[in-house]
Every structure is written in C-alpha cells, then in structure tokens.
C-alpha cells in the first residue's frame, strides 16, 4: 500500500511531523473510505495531491484533509 510520503516531492515543500502525520492518517483514511484496498495509482496520487494541496494551504486537520479528498473523488461538492 502506498504511503503520502509516496507523493510529496522533496523539493515542492517542507511539512513538520505534525503536518505528515496528519497527511498519512487523511491518505489512509481516504483509501479506506473508498472500499477499496486496490485503487488504481491515479485514484491514488488525486488523493494524495488533494491533500497536499491543502495542507500546503495551512489545514492539518486529518478529518478535513481526507473529506476534501473524499469528496473531489466523488464528485461531491463539499471540500472541507
């Protein structure tokens, strides 16, 4: 299973290990809401750039992070 630090390019930005923590437990929460443990990698890379986009706007709640994923993925119109 891929990991958010997968996603995160080394020289894009800096997150503490408070904003990775939150990161990884919004990717995994995400995945598993999703139902499935075999998401193809762009399901899988959307997710994570949803949420790097908005941890890099400053948001570390791991709830929040994974709804804004979440809900891109679906369609939904709420984004946290």
């Known amino acids: 299973m891929a990991t958010i630090l997968n996603f995160i ?3 894009a930005s800096a997150f503490d290990e408070f904003a990775t923590f939150a990161m990884g437990q919004a990717f ?5 809401e999703l139902h499935d443990s075999n998401l ?4 899988r ?6 949420i790097i986009e ?9 709830q929040r992070l994974c709804s804004s994923a979440v809900a891109g ?6 984004t946290g």
């Open 73 to 78: 993925i679906r369609g939904d119109r709420k």
């Open 45 to 50: 890379e959307t997710i994570a750039e949803r």
């Open 40 to 43: 193809p990698k762009l399901v």
């Open 28 to 32: 995994d929460t995400a995945c598993a």
């Open 54 to 62: 908005a941890a890099k706007r400053g948001e570390r709640d791991p």
């Open 9 to 11: 390019r080394p020289d």
